[in-house]
Every structure is written in structure tokens, then in C-alpha cells.
């Protein structure tokens, strides 16, 4: 539920927030406070195979998650309608269905100008194909509008709640925005059913009256939720798309379309909230944002794509870079449900970029940025998939990211993975997290082609999950911990490529790693005697990533394995490239690998600080 006003409602959106990081933060209150350094960590001398509630393991580990193909995926804009059920919650007041409507105002706009029915009381004016409304009286208005006007705007002032219902209606206003609400209650946008609509600005705004606000195609100083089942094209060639100086709300089977050539896609000051429907967005300015707020952008349903093309700016007044995002929120990104997919390809461009915590709960979220870093004397912007300045929780979203030139997700504070699936493909650190990393569940993919593979510049703690890391060659590592810190797995099923394997320390309930070398193009399987533990089919990159570890549960220290190489493999369940029950036969040759809890490594890897950026 939205509240009524914007304190509260911002405090019951920070509540939910809140209730998913409670969740991840149960992992660092099982580390003993999370120590600051490695030193702290008591050690165990051969200690058994660790446990974890969260942990996956056995021949079940990929039977869930398919084999993935983040190199290759391509994102584009999709209006087809989604068949979504709404279900209207009654103590919601963001539902139109619970708001009573007391008169209905038809305007209608022809060649000849705009026509008025259904005004006994004489709350809208008209001069030419100009509309006002003004309602001080005691009921809600619904205000139907209809037809084609290529000179003219609908602007509104209401001390009561709203109704605009869109019934095919085109409007163009070469000096302003075509809706201008100036209202600051609640104003409801119904798409009626089986309709197309239009709104379009002109590339400059005429002075406003009374200094009042313009600051898009449809602006709004109250909230704004759309509904309704038609669809509505917004083309912004002077200001935002659509621009809520409190928050902006999508209904489930809403379809809207925004194309901003000068500013923001969407923006709520407060909020940004996808409930459901189909929305796309595409911008090209420089430092424009797709979906922007300074507080909270929540995704719960839906298919969200959204597509920058501008680039990062020098802003020589905050001195820092504006960046481009796909979705830029100040305070915190909510990811529960439905589908997000973001595009970005300008220099410095981020896909999500957030100035703090990050919770990925649900849904699927696609991420492609193909720009380069862009510079200003001493500072640099890179392009990342995602940048938390918090702290980031994946607990149970499907997670898909390529980043051509940097890092793929990275984290400003701790790093949480619990439930999920993560494939990540960067250039940079494919993950990277200033403080500790902890990796409980869930699958992970993470492939970086010139830094390691995941990176935490605190300790790297991996309790559970299935983790398929490979990173670049000598000096970098499949799993890094930054000078000073460790690397501890005691649960999960873990294969690491890289130029050389970082250390692994011996814990309370370690699990034990083997670790041995590998050739590119070939497929190599464990074998405890002589029955099948793990396979991976080591593609042709990273050429000098060659550097293999494996851990597992199954694994005991002291024991010997076998590594055999060259085998082939039939059926099976498959994780980029790794299955616990194919079927395997043959091998050209093999080596023999004694299992152990402690791994004594190179040390770290590149960059212990992952990119750079500043802000963004």
C-alpha cells in the first residue's frame, strides 16, 4: 500500500527494504561480527566438510539451472501486451477501482479545436485547442479525453483527487507539455481498453504562467498512476517523458512507450513503482536516465525495458559526472517480481546505478552496456551493469549481465548472494565488493575476461550455492580476497579457472578443495575411484587461465582424486558448462589431486578496488 503522504509512504517502501536486508544480513551475524581482516578468523587443521543450510550440493546442484547463453542474449523493445490478472487490494488507495467517481467531463479535439460535454458547473475553459480544468468543488472528476490536436495541451488544477481517461486521444503542444497537472492529489491515467494515444512536446517551453512547473511531456506535481489495458506513446523532445514531482506508478496491463531525445525517460521524485503492466523506454541524451528518483525505484511485475544510447557528463558545478542509467535511484532499488531489461551503450553508462542498497528478490533482470569509460582530467566514469553504493542482496532473483568494458555488478559495501541465479560476464572484476562477499546459495556464473572473476576486497566467505568463477590469466584469480583478508568455503559446489588460484583458509568446518591445472577446449572430470564427482568443459578464453579448483561437499581432506582429462559426456543437467550427473566415458589423460582445506595461493589478484567512477 502507498500512503497518503510522502513521509509515510516513503517510511512503509523503506520498510520493505528493510525486511529483505534483515533477511542477507543474517550471513555476517553467522561470521562472528564480521571481522575486518583474516586475523580474526579462527583456523581448524583438516577440518571436516563444512555444512550450510543454504548450501546445494549432490547430483541436484544443476538440475535447476540451465545452461546459459549471457554472451549472446540481446535486448530489444517489446510493446506486445502481457495477459496480467489484476487484483485490486482494497485498502490500497493507488487503485482506481476504490476511488468514487462524482462527474464525468467528455473533451473532445477536432481541426476545429477542443468541444466540452458533460460541464454543468463549469470546471474546464477552452481557447482554441487549449483546455483547462479547474475543480474546487467537493467530488472527483474523471475527464475523458478523445481525438487529434497538433496545437493545444490539457492542463489541470484539482483540489480533490482525479480522473484523466485516455479513449484515443493524440495531443501535441509545439511550446509545452501536453499534460501539465498541476494538482498535487493523486491524479489516476486509465488507458481505456483497446485504445492508442499520444503525447508529444515541442524541442523548446514558453515561459510558464505563475512560475509553474513544466518539467515534461506529462508532468505532474501529484502522484501519478497509470492503468487500464490501452496504450500511450509519449515522445519528449524538451524535457522528460513522464515526470511526477512525488511518485509514478504503473498498474498491471498498462502499456506505455516513452522517447525522450532531451531529458529523464520517467521520473518520480519520490518513487518509481512497476506493479505491473509493459513499459519501454528509450533516451539518448547525454546524462539522461531511463527511470530516475531520488528515493526508491520498485519493480514487482511487469516487462520494463528500458535503452540509453548518451554518455556520461563532466558536471562542473558538483564536480562529478551525471551519469546515464537505465534506472538511477538516490536511495534504494527494489527488484520483487516481473521482468527488467536494460540496454545501455554510452560511455560511462551504468544499468543500474543506486547511492544505496540494492535488493534483488524476485523476477528477471537482463543487463547489456557495451560503452567505454569516459574521463575529465584526473576522473573517470566506467560503464558497470550494476553499482550499489550499499550495500547489494541477490535472494532469489535471476540475475543476467554482460558488461563490455568494466565491472558486471559491483558493491560499494557488502555483497550478499543467498537464492538466485547470477550470470555475469565483465571485462573488469565481473563481481566486486568493497567490504566482505558472502555467497550462501543460489547459482553463480561469473566470467571476466581481463580481472578476476569475483573480487571482494574484504573476506569471501562461500557457504553454499553452485559458483562457476573463471577469470583472466597470471596475476588475476577465479576468486580473489584482497590483501590482508581470506578466502573461506565451507559449503557449495565450487569450480574456479583462473591465471593462478588465490589462497583458501582452513576454517571451523572447512570444506576441502582440490586444485591441479587444465588445458583449454577440453573436458575434465573428478573422480573419487571410480565414480564421476563433477565435470567441466573448459571453453577456449581466458588462454591463460589454466589454474583449476574445485570444492565441493564430497570432497574430504587428505583423500585422493582424479582429474581425467579428454573425456566425452552425453545427456546430463549443465551450468555453463559444468553438470554433476552427466554420463562420462573415456579420457586421454590423468593426475592425481590430494584434497585439502587450506589452498596456498599467489595472493591477489588485480585491481583491489574495482573500477573507477566516483558517484557513478
Not at 308 to 315: L, P, S
Amino acid at each position: 500500500m502507498i500512503m497518503k503522504t510522502s513521509w509515510f509512504k516513503l517510511i512503509a517502501l523503506l520498510a520493505i527494504a528493510s525486511a529483505g536486508f534483515a533477511a542477507c544480513a543474517t550471513d555476517s551475524e553467522l561470521e562472528d561480527s564480521e571481522s575486518a581482516s583474516a586475523e580474526t578468523e579462527t583456523s581448524g587443521e583438516d577440518a571436516a566438510s563444512g555444512s550450510s543450510e543454504d548450501q546445494t550440493s549432490g547430483s541436484a546442484v544443476l538440475s535447476t539451472a540451465a545452461d546459459g547463453d549471457v554472451q549472446t542474449f540481446t535486448i530489444a523493445a517489446d510493446n506486445s501486451p502481457l495477459a496480467e490478472a489484476l487484483v485490486v487490494d482494497a485498502d490500497d488507495e493507488d487503485y482506481v477501482e476504490n476511488t468514487e467517481i462524482g462527474k464525468t467531463i467528455y473533451i473532445t479535439w477536432t481541426s476545429a479545436g477542443a468541444a466540452v460535454s458533460g460541464d454543468d458547473d463549469g470546471i474546464v475553459s477552452v481557447n482554441g485547442a487549449y483546455v483547462t480544468a479547474n475543480n474546487t468543488s467537493s467530488v472527483v472528476c474523471q475527464y475523458v479525453l478523445s481525438g487529434t490536436t497538433d496545437n493545444g495541451c490539457f492542463k489541470l488544477y484539482s483540489s480533490k483527487k482525479s480522473v484523466i481517461r485516455l479513449e484515443g486521444v493524440s495531443i501535441t503542444n509545439p511550446s509545452g507539455p501536453a499534460v501539465n497537472n498541476q494538482s498535487k492529489k493523486r491524479t489516476f491515467v486509465i488507458l481505456a481498453d483497446g485504445t492508442s494515444n499520444s503525447l508529444t512536446d515541442g524541442t523548446a517551453y514558453a515561459a510558464a504562467v505563475n512560475d509553474e512547473d513544466q518539467k515534461a511531456c506529462f508532468f505532474s506535481e501529484g502522484q501519478l498512476i497509470f492503468s487500464g489495458s490501452g496504450y500511450l506513446s509519449v515522445d519528449a523532445n524538451c524535457k522528460a517523458g513522464i515526470r511526477s514531482d512525488d511518485y509514478v506508478r504503473f498498474m498491471p496491463n498498462c502499456n506505455v512507450q516513452v522517447d525522450a531525445s532531451a531529458g529523464n525517460g520517467i521520473r518520480g521524485n519520490d518513487a518509481v513503482i512497476v506493479t505491473g503492466g509493459v513499459i519501454n523506454v528509450s533516451v539518448s541524451a547525454d546524462g539522461a536516465k531511463a527511470v530516475s528518483t531520488d528515493s526508491i525505484a520498485q519493480f514487482d511485475g511487469g516487462r520494463t525495458t528500458l535503452i540509453t544510447t548518451g554518455a556520461a557528463v563532466w558536471d562542473s558545478d558538483e564536480k562529478d559526472f551525471s551519469g546515464v542509467a537505465g534506472v538511477k535511484a538516490d536511495q534504494l532499488f527494489c527488484m520483487n517480481g516481473g521482468e527488467l531489461n536494460i540496454k545501455s551503450s554510452g560511455k560511462g553508462a551504468k544499468g543500474i546505478s543506486c547511492d544505496d542498497e540494492v535488493t534483488l528478490s524476485g523476477g528477471q533482470i537482463n543487463i547489456i552496456t557495451t560503452g567505454s569509460t569516459v574521463t575529465y582530467g584526473s576522473e573517470d566514469c566506467d560503464p558497470k551493469g550494476i553499482k550499489a553504493d550499499g550495500d547489494l542482496c541477490l535472494q532469489g532473483a535471476h540475475l543476467k549481465v554482460r558488461c563490455s568494458n568494466s565491472e558486471a555488478v559491483e558493491s560499494k559495501g557488502a555483497l550478499y548472494i543467498k537464492s538466485g541465479i547470477a550470470e555475469l560476464w565483465g571485462s573488469d572484476d565481473c563481481i566486486n565488493s568493497k567490504s566482505h562477499m558472502y555467497i550462501s546459495g543460489g547459482y553463480v556464473y561469473a566470467h571476466a575476461t581481463s580481472n578476476d572473476a569475483i573480487d571482494s576486497n574484504g573476506n569471501l566467505y562461500i557457504r553454499g550455492g553452485v559458483i562457476m568463477a573463471e577469470g583472466a590469466g597470471q596475476p588475476e584469480n577465479a576468486l580473489d580476497a584482497a590483501e590482508g583478508y581470506a578466502i573461506y568455503i565451507t559449503g557449495g559446489t565450487v569450480v574456479a579457472r583462473g591465471g593462478s588460484n588465490a589462497s583458501v583458509t582452513a576454517t571451523s568446518g572447512s570444506q576441502a578443495c582440490v586444485t591441479g591445472s587444465v588445458s583449454l577446449s577440453t573436458t575434465c572430470t573428478l573422480y573419487s575411484g571410480s565414480t564421476p564427482l563433477i565435470t567441466y568443459q573448459v571453453p577456449n578464453n581466458n588462454t591463460q587461465s589454466k589454474a583449476l579448483l574445485i570444492s565441493m561437499p564430497s570432497l574430504k581432506s587428505g583423500s585422493s582424486y582424479t582429474l581425467q582429462s579428454g573425456v566425452s559426456t552425453s545427456s546430463g543437467s549443465w551450468f555453463y558448462g559444468v553438470s554433476t550427473d552427466c554420463s562420462v566415458s573415456g579420457g586421454t589423460s590423468s593426475t592425481s589431486l590430494t584434497a585439502s582445506t587450506s589452498v596456498s595461493g599467489s595472493g591477489m589478484g588485480g585491481n583491489p578496488f574495482g573500477g573507477g567512477g566516483g558517484r557513478w
